[in-house]
């Protein structure tokens, strides 16, 4: 039998739900365990990390020294290391801290907080390389199963660059939210989610990250036929899409 391939699924901040998504595939990914080895993953073996692991899945966003070495140790000892979900790719909702000021935050949400580190908060690509990234909070679970799969065969695995407008069941129609003069970032946004947002009357707020390639410029002129540049910069930071904006808009 060929030698197993060894996995570390390791949890910095976050709310751990990107690995709630992958236990959701049940028997699935147990039937992956002829071919892989869960050599860290404390909901399924709580053993020390080996020497070496053939691919990494971080979820979560470093917010103290400790998680950063854990992260830098995990960079260190992996072939491929792999962000999952919004929190590691983009920073994640607790990157709203950035965009306001962090000493109040730190002070309004900790009776004690004199001791308690407040970094910047920022996704994972901005401490180590990042080989591969699979958006969204949380994860889809079968595109991260498409992704092992094709990892497993030799393959490399790629998200298409198509918006979540392809999948809404409000496309086209006077039910698109952009058409009711509500900001939805649909069509700036990466698919593959299956749209659920539209699809239960909520706008999409790209948790899955902009398309590559994508216009900002496009969307601010669609966005400010309706809405001020401070609300569509509010929704921009819920999932930690702000900054990349931002770097978008300077490159030009
Ligand atoms: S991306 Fe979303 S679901 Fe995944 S860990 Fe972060 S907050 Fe939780
Ligand atoms: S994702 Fe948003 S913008 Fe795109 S079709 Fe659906 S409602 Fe309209
Ligand atoms: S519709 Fe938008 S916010 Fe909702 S899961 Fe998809 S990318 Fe994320």
Excluded at 158 to 178: H, M, N, T, W, Y
Aim: aromatic share 8%.
């Amino acid at each position: 039998m060929s030698k197993k391939i060894k996995i570390g699924m390791i949890s910095l901040t976050s709310c751990e739900g990107c690995r709630i998504a992958i236990l959701k595939l049940g028997k699935r990914i147990l039937d992956l365990s002829d071919k892989i080895d869960f050599s860290e993953c404390s909901y399924l073996e709580d053993t020390p990390w080996p020497d070496n692991f053939d691919i990494v899945f971080i979820e979560g966003t470093p917010i103290t020294k400790r998680e950063l070495g854990v992260l830098k140790e995990a960079r260190r000892r992996s072939k491929k290391l792999i962000a999952l979900g919004n929190c590691a790719a983009l920073g994640g909702v607790q990157e709203i801290k950035n965009y306001h000021n962090k000493e109040e935050v730190l002070r309004k949400t900790y009776k004690y907080y004199n001791s308690i580190e407040n970094p910047e908060i920022k996704g994972i690509k901005e401490f180590v390389d990042v080989d591969f990234t699979i958006p969204g909070c949380p994860i889809n679970s079968e595109e991260f199963l498409e992704v092992v799969t094709k990892i497993l065969n030799g393959e490399d695995p790629k998200i298409l660059q198509v918006p979540v407008c392809k999948d809404c069941p409000r496309a086209g129609s006077e039910r698109c939210f952009l058409n009711q003069n509500k900001i939805c970032f649909g069509p700036w946004t990466l698919g593959g989610c299956g749209s659920p947002c539209p699809g239960n009357a909520l706008p999409c707020l790209a948790c899955r990250g902009f398309r590559e390639g994508v216009n900002v410029d496009m969307m601010e002129k669609t966005l400010e036929k309706f809405a001020t540049k401070e609300e569509i910069e509010n929704r921009l930071e819920v999932f930690g899409l702000l900054d990349e904006y931002k770097k978008l808009k300077n490159k030009k």
